[in-house]
């Protein structure tokens, strides 16, 4: 089974870092590339950053610069550091994955940054 587990979500005030954890299980993790997205209260969900098999990285423009993605093969996890956070960084953030020709989707860890 399948499964993706975020952590590492909370309130923190402008400026201010959070880390957060994607902790996947029942795939491949070495051979999976992981994406985060965000979702801001009432609007659609974004892509953030991705993450390839061979730690090659995206990012959105909005973050490029105070957001790191990265991963830990031997952990089966995948962080995003987030530094000098913003209020419009306030979101739900998800970790996606593809695996065996489905997707699935963590059920999200909530940031809220206070101005």
């Known amino acids: 089974q399948v499964q993706l587990v975020e952590s590492g979500g909370g309130l923190v005030q402008a400026g201010g870092s959070l880390r957060l954890s994607c902790a996947a299980s029942?795939?491949?993790?070495?051979?999976?590339?992981i994406k985060w997205y965000r979702q801001p209260p009432g609007k659609q969900r974004d892509l953030v950053a991705t993450?390839?098999?061979?730690?090659?990285?995206y990012y959105a423009d909005t973050v490029k610069g105070r957001l790191t993605i990265s991963r830990d093969n031997a952990k089966n996890t995948v962080y995003l550091q987030m530094n000098s956070l913003k209020p419009e960084d306030t979101a739900v953030y998800f970790c996606?994955?593809?695996?065996?020709?489905?997707?699935?989707w963590g059920q999200g860890t909530q940031v809220t940054v206070s101005s």
């Open positions: 029942g795939i491949t993790f070495g051979r999976s590339t």
């Open positions: 993450i390839d098999v061979f730690g090659g990285t």
């Open positions: 996606r994955t593809y695996y065996q020709s489905r997707e699935y």
